[in-house]
């Protein structure tokens, strides 16, 4: 009798995903405001300084430094510049009243905000007391001082987010290069589900699954092909597999991923192609499969990944797998999550053999509290949740550990 092979770390399982993930050469054009969330296929470079030319920071009155030595300066306003407006040259012994963002005039070095000084009406006009002696450069932003021209701004593989997009913006970037959209056919196995809205038969279950996953997916900018619930037949399950291959890049299945009479998603999968079958040191989620599925009609294969059918351990292994290698199917090269150092305020007494992913929530003392009840099956949990703690294996949690936190919003995008 063969010994049973050992489970997989988390980590050993993930770099087998990365390092199989071949990423999407494709790319397409869009418009900067219709890119908020794609992939950027190539580098961006500025073509021009930001700021474009030396402006103020404040709203007061720009003024020769040396002018304002004496802290009680009085000076005759010469000019108004408002922001997107040229002022004329400086002269000595004169002021221009300014605002944020307005060019520097040419002649003054310096801006005074306007509450250190105090407005007046003179013989000859409008005067100002500058009851402060400025240093030549305050409140003066510089041209380049954020971007300089020729600098790259954006990198290759980065996700855009709202923040990339005004940047791109800022230097004048119409449209971005993205990578095509990945294409995602999701499935759901079993006989006993249902979907809301229908009446459920004894046994049944609501299709839970096909939310989350669908969700996930959409967070993450994935082109879904949805062929819904299977019946729990080989031959559905295999035609299933074909129809999914033939448009799509990446197959993800839910259920029936264990080696029942009544899983049909292995021999299916091993049928149309190749699989790996695992066994994960993780809890929630132990069972995995990977594996890829032959597309007849054009050649090549979509890959292929099976989650576990209890909607937590499917929540999770999606996160901790999924996720990952769909960000590097698209070209991101940094896909892990970050995990910060926070304080627990329960006991875990008892140990576990795997690497567990507890539910858990930031209360208002700055720690993190347990859900009760971490069983695969309490979806609650992932709503009142904010995230999970990454607990080794063969380790206990005392109030006031420091653990490992993954935010639930660095994982779900």
């Excluded at 230097?171 to 499935?187: E, H, M, N, Y």
């Excluded at 249902?194 to 996953?213: D, H, Q, W």
């Excluded at 937590?312 to 910060?340: C, D, H, W």
């Amino acid at each position: 009798m063969s010994e049973p092979k050992p489970m997989l770390s988390v980590a050993e399982a993930l770099d087998f995903l990365l390092t199989s993930a071949q990423k999407i050469t494709e790319t397409e054009t869009l418009a900067t405001l219709d890119a908020n969330g794609r992939v950027l296929a190539v580098a961006q470079e500025s073509q021009l300084n930001v700021p474009p030319v030396d402006n103020t920071s404040m709203d007061g009155y720009a003024v020769r430094a040396a002018d304002c030595a004496s802290g009680e300066a009085v000076l005759r306003v010469s000019q108004r510049i408002p922001a997107g407006h040229v002022g004329q040259p400086l002269e000595a012994g004169c002021a221009a009243r300014i605002f944020t963002g307005a060019m520097i005039p040419q002649g003054a070095d310096a801006v005074v905000m306007q509450e250190v000084c105090v407005a007046s009406k003179g013989a000859d006009g409008d005067l100002v007391t500058v009851k402060h002696a400025p240093v030549s450069g305050e409140w003066i932003r510089r041209a380049g001082e954020d971007i300089r021209a020729g600098s790259t701004i954006l990198t290759a593989g980065q996700r855009l987010r709202a923040q990339e997009l005004g940047l791109a913006a800022s230097v004048g970037l119409a449209q971005l290069p993205v990578v095509r959209k990945l294409r995602v056919a999701v499935f759901f196995t079993g006989d006993e589900l249902a979907m809301p809205g229908e009446v459920l038969k004894p046994g049944a279950i609501y299709n839970s699954n096909r939310f989350t996953l669908r969700g996930l997916l959409e967070n993450l900018g994935c082109e879904i092909s949805d062929f819904g619930i299977v019946p729990d037949t080989l031959a559905a399950t295999r035609d299933t597999l074909r129809r999914a291959a033939a448009e799509n890049d990446l197959i993800i299945t839910s259920g029936g991923v264990s080696v029942g009479e009544e899983d049909h998603i292995k021999p299916a999968v091993e049928a149309e192609g190749h699989l790996n079958m695992w066994q994960i040191a993780v809890k929630p989620g132990k069972p995995l499969a990977f594996g890829e599925v032959n597309r007849s009609a054009k050649g090549g294969t979509a890959y292929f990944l099976g989650l576990p059918g209890n909607p937590v351990s499917s929540f999770v292994t999606f996160m901790l797998f999924v996720r990952p290698f769909i960000l590097r199917l698209q070209g991101v090269e940094n896909v892990a999550p970050k995990a910060y150092p926070m304080r627990a305020d329960f006991n875990l007494n008892k140990a576990d053999k795997r690497n567990e992913f507890l539910r858990a929530k930031i209360n208002e003392q700055g720690g993190l509290d347990l859900f009760p009840n971490q069983s695969s099956g309490v979806l609650t949990s992932t709503v009142w949740g904010d995230g999970l703690i990454d607990h080794p294996s063969g380790k206990t949690i005392a109030a006031g550990d420091t653990v490992r936190f993954i935010s639930f919003s660095d994982l779900m995008y």
